[in-house]
């Protein structure tokens, strides 16, 4: 079992968690806004035609008291669209089967499509493919934000694409019609398996009675043109026709419960596991407040591991990354957690040994981000730290069994690559709030631009504005600063989430249950290692 030292009277610790309080404050005002939608005004004109919010929709549609895994909840963030992006994703219960759901927000320009709502909804399709998950589609959309149409219109086709390719996949998706479904909007009811409209409320046609007009001089009505009523007995674009909401939620779940799904990977090995030794709650005092101080992550998988209990594998080699196996709600996973930020030689190539002995047992890798990069210098360029960084990064990369990743300080440089990042496609990528990624820190950064710029300067002949370079220096960190925070990572959706680290082992193993719809099959080979 692992031992803490943790001393939550300490000067260090205090200071730590009152930096995280500020961070999860900051996170807490980005999610009431939201939660908010598009502001009162338009939330009590929905309440006032007797509609209900994308959440309450969702509340209705999950199995009482299971949870709820909202994924990219501050989407848009940042950004001139509203934070949410207008669109609720998540992965819930129904029927006892969990699903990824979707759910357009009308409140907010009556659910049109933005370039961020778009990244959201295609992200959530990713999810519902890499991980066998059924697809349930809470619609209520007035097709694409026009103004913004050349970023979306043509990336946009591929939400159609991916719905038919999880039909084809055998993974089923699910419609729920709760008012307009124009232009685009309408493929995704036509593209599912199974529709849902409702009475009177549901409208869903390419286009709407002005643009036929416009286009071929008819004069029609909403209703005969894409009602609920025509396309249950007319189109057969609906399957089943519902008499109000919460009848077309109730449908919904119907429509799950004969599914006869069946997860493809395995059970936990314990089903009944033994929560950790050590408090979660004192998770918000081990990250430091200084990302250039290290910590122990083993104070963080004390607080996150089934019993906290850890089986660490080559403990007194390339120290500064700890691996090893463990349990979280049952599920066995192995680990991979930075103890210094730099990674060495011999890191990258334990990295390497232990990931493919995950890949040989079929166990899912938990990635814990805390890294400055690799090691840079003569002697390390000598020992050979890119062929040793490059076997790392070509492990992680062809590894196939699913990665679950969670940034915990920083995450920079060619680290954040070989710590599988976003871009090596882990099944989900979390982030405490106090977490920073770019590609490198803001006063690295600065510092290289301005030997960049005196080199210059000389070549020239020319003395050096020192003046000026202080001043490039405070603006280059400030921007490098504001760019490589959470919220603003995760509001371009770098990230699946901000998560409370006190969350973090509920949140890992929701997601671990999720990847064990798919089947869960290490890798064959990884190609050529460089050694």
Sequence with gaps: MLDSTIDPSSPAYAENRAALLDRLAELDAALDQARAGGGEKYVSRHHARGKLL?????????????????????????????????????????????????????????????????????????????????????????????????????PGGRVF???????????????????????????????????IMIRERSQVYLAGPPLVKMATGEVTDDESLGGAAMHASTSGLADHLAIDERDGIRLARQCVRRLNWRKHGPPPR?????????????????????????????????????????????????????????????????????????LFSEEAQKAAHFIQLANAAD????????????????????????????????????????????????????????????????????TWPNAKSAVMGPAQLAGVLSIVARQAAKARGRDYDEESDAAMRMMVEQQIESQSGALFLSGRLYDDGVIDPRDTRTVLGLCLSAIHNAPVRGADGFGVFRM
Excluded at 162 to 187: C, E, Q
Aim: hydrophobic share 40%; glycine share 12%.
């Design 54 to 154: 994308p959440r309450e929709r969702i509340e209705l549609l999950l199995d009482p008291d299971s949870p709820f895994l909202e994924l990219s909840p501050v989407a848009a963030y940042g950004t001139d669209f509203p934070v949410g992006a207008s669109v609720v994703t998540g992965i819930g219960v129904v029927e006892g089967v969990e699903c990824l759901v979707v759910a357009n927000d009308p409140t907010v320009r009556g659910g049109a499509v933005n370039p961020w709502s778009l990244a959201k909804t295609r992200r959530a399709g990713e999810i519902a493919l890499a991980n066998r998950l059924p697809m349930v589609n809470l619609v209520e959309s007035a097709g694409a934000d026009l103004p913004t149409q050349a970023e979306i219109f043509i």
């Design 161 to 195: 694409r991916d719905l038919t390719r999880l039909s084809a996949a055998k993974i089923p998706t699910v419609s729920v019609v709760f008012g307009n479904a124009t232009a685009g909007g309408a493929y995704v009811p036509g593209m599912s398996d199974h529709v």
């Design 270 to 342: 314990n089903p009944a596991p033994q929560p950790p030794k050590h408090d979660p709650e004192e998770l918000l005092g081990i990250a430091s407040a200084d990302l250039k101080v290290p910590f122990d992550p083993r104070e963080v998988l004390a607080r996150v591991l089934d019993g906290s209990e850890f089986d660490e594998f080559k403990p007194g080699y390339g120290t500064a990354l700890v691996t090893g196996w463990g349990e979280l709600h049952g599920y066995p996973v192995g680990v991979l957690a930075n103890a210094r930020g730099v």
């Design 363 to 430: 166990t899912p890798l938990v990635f814990l981000q805390n890294t400055t990069g690799y090691m840079v210098g003569t002697e390390y360029e000598q020992r050979g730290i890119i062929k040793h960084g490059a076997l790392m990064i070509n492990a992680v990369s062809n590894s196939t069994v699913p990665h679950l990743t969670v940034n915990l300080g920083a995450s920079y440089g060619a680290g954040n690559y070989g710590m599988c990042g976003r871009a090596y496609e882990p099944r989900f990528l979390f």
